[in-house]
């Protein structure tokens, strides 16, 4: 008997992503794309919905970080064991990988929710004995190697992934694909529905488009051109061999390369952004497709620290399953709630001050930033002008930062080694530490343990941004750059502060580095500074605005029901 036995009974959604991030000792993910999937699927679980998620196992994780004297990133792979975790179904598939056969099994990992559910996510492996030392490599890194090492994942995701699902007994209604690296699966099931008809003289016929559209979501997650898988038909040929025809496939999926996210646009009857403006700027990408958009959450529970899991449980019952009912946060005691953020504070503090020795203090103003290490996200703008940096800082506000950078990203890595000479450089003016290895349980005592959560990236690329929103489920406001979902949850002075102009459609620019600088230090040093000292009832009614005005829709409870009512279920 299957050990999926009871979960192939009903037809289900399946939802499929390159990365999930579910717990801190499961390191399938690298950022903000993973923990969203990972988010979405505990959302699916505790509300009962039909689903079954997707992904490749990377056996290697991602990578564990280090920094040399230099503050430059080393990247070590973190050793870990699936079979800890999760249960090897004895299925097996296989896919063609340049000519061989590559089989592929799969791990399942149940998400188990406090309201019962219990949803089954399928990591899929290649490391198995009847695969060459090169094909079982395939699973074994996270964004590791170049365009070929890719395109066999994307094909092991896409084309075994629907297979797997088939083996193991599962009756699929609908696909989600969660970005485009998923999207060869729209292949797979074009053959699984192809007509049965002969001697047609357009050969392209027996291709049932409808049908397959009819079944698969596309949510694209960012309008950074590296987001945007492409690959030659060249190397498609060399890896895919005959899969499908290359005719067909190129009116699918670009003339000149293949672009996954084509390919998923063309095959998608819903597609969505991931913010309402991230759904406008998708639009202008991808001009001639409805795009739509739901608005990116985060996992209420998983994202809430202990000290405000016990208040919100004290006068909120429920809000866990039903993150609507802090919009009644007003009803929150200011002194509890400064108690449950002063509790993660110095948890946080005592933390940083153990591995760093730099005596940062629980009564100064302390400002977080974290995030992956891409350029756009712009972590030096803080320091495009030292001397006012510190006029304004100086003995008033301490920084913590934290984050990775891609392996290959040098320009990221640049930032992490800028950000660690600046500490250096103001270590007897302003306190500033960058925390090693920004994974889940940093980011839960980052977000609930500073101040003020700070975003400064470059509009419009920001398609969401969730970490914000992990801040203010803690009672953090956010200071950031109007784009993604603060466009959506900021009020100034209520739900916390923007940096820079207004939300227009505004293309990477050198002026805009000066212009929201000039609005950072102007808002730390006239606004932010003075309320935190000078007016604490402000600033408490401010945190209880980010939980009732923010925390309340914020979450993926509520962006699960809207996939479910606009997109799911048609
Ligand atoms: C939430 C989270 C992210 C995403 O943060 P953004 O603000 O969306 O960039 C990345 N990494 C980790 C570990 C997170 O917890």
Redesign the pocket.
């Known amino acids: 008997m299957s050990i999926l036995e009871k979960y192939t009974e009903e037809p289900k959604v399946a939802y499929f992503s390159m990365e999930i991030g579910l717990k801190d000792d499961i390191p399938t993910y690298s950022?903000?794309l993973g923990?969203l999937a990972g988010d979405t699927i505990k959302s699916a679980s505790d509300l009962h919905v039909p689903l079954v998620a997707v992904s490749l196992i990377y056996r290697n994780g991602y990578f564990t970080q280090d920094l040399d004297d230099t503050g430059y990133q080393l990247e070590r792979p973190v050793i870990w064991d699936p079979a800890k975790y999760m249960t090897l179904a004895p299925e097996k598939i296989s896919v063609q990988i340049e000519g061989r056969t590559v089989y592929v099994q799969g791990w399942i990992y149940f998400v188990e929710s406090l309201r019962g559910g219990n949803l089954p996510v399928i990591f899929l492996d290649c490391n198995i004995p009847e695969n060459s030392e090169q094909d079982r490599e395939l699973t074994n890194y996270l964004y590791g190697g170049g365009k070929e090492y890719r395109i066999k994942q994307e094909l092991i995701l896409g084309v075994g992934g629907v297979r797997m699902l088939k083996a193991l007994g599962f009756t699929i209604k609908r696909y989600h694909m969660n970005e485009g690296h998923a999207s060869f699966l729209t292949l797979e099931l074009l053959h699984e529905f192809k007509k049965d008809i002969e001697s047609v003289w357009d050969e392209s016929l027996v291709w049932n488009y409808d049908i397959v559209k009819e079944r698969c979501i596309f949510t694209t997650h960012t309008p950074v051109e590296a987001g945007h898988d492409k690959f030659s038909y060249e190397l498609y040929n060399q890896v895919a061999g005959d899969y499908f025809p290359e005719k067909v496939l190129r009116s699918l999926a670009g003339h000149e390369e293949l672009n996954m996210t084509l390919l998923a646009l063309n095959l998608s009857y819903y597609i969505n952004g991931v913010a309402k403006k991230h759904g406008e700027v998708s639009q202008n990408m991808f001009p001639g497709y409805r795009i739509n958009s739901i608005t990116n959450g985060i996992h209420s529970y998983t994202w809430t620290c202990n000290s405000f899991k016990r208040l919100y449980d004290k006068y909120l019952p429920g809000w866990a399953n039903e993150p609507e009912i802090l919009v009644r946060a007003e009803t929150l005691p200011s002194e509890e709630i400064w108690n449950a953020h002063m509790e993660a504070k110095r948890k946080l503090i005592d933390h940083v001050n153990s591995v760093s020795g730099l005596n940062m203090r629980h009564d100064i103003l302390t400002i977080g930033f974290a995030?992956?290490f891409a350029t756009y996200k712009r972590a030096n703008l803080l320091f495009s002008d030292l001397d006012r940096l510190v006029n304004i800082t100086a003995g008033k506000v301490q920084f913590i930062f934290a984050g990775k950078a891609h392996p290959k990203d040098e320009g990221g890595k640049q930032l992490i080694k800028n950000i660690i000479s600046y500490s250096k450089e103001l270590k007897d003016k302003v306190k500033l530490f960058f925390l090693k290895n920004?994974?889940?349980d940093v980011?839960l005592d980052l977000v609930s343990g500073v101040d003020i959560w700070l975003?400064n990236p470059l509009r419009p690329l920001e398609a969401s941004?969730?970490?914000?929103m992990?801040a203010c489920h803690n009672g953090v406001p956010n200071f950031s750059v109007l784009d993604g979902w603060w466009i959506e949850g900021h009020i100034e002075n209520v739900t916390g502060w923007s940096i820079g102009p207004e939300a227009k459609e505004i293309m990477p620019d050198e002026n805009m580095n000066r212009i929201d600088a000039e609005d950072l230090y102007n808002k730390l040093e006239k606004v932010i500074i003075p309320t935190y000292y000078n007016d604490r009832n402000k600033w408490i009614w401010i945190m209880q605005n980010t939980i009732g005005k923010n925390a309340y829709y914020f979450n993926t409870h509520r962006m699960m029901r809207r996939y479910i009512t606009e997109a799911y279920i048609r």
């Open positions: 950022g903000g923990i995030r992956r920004y994974k889940m980011a975003n941004g969730t970490s914000g992990k």
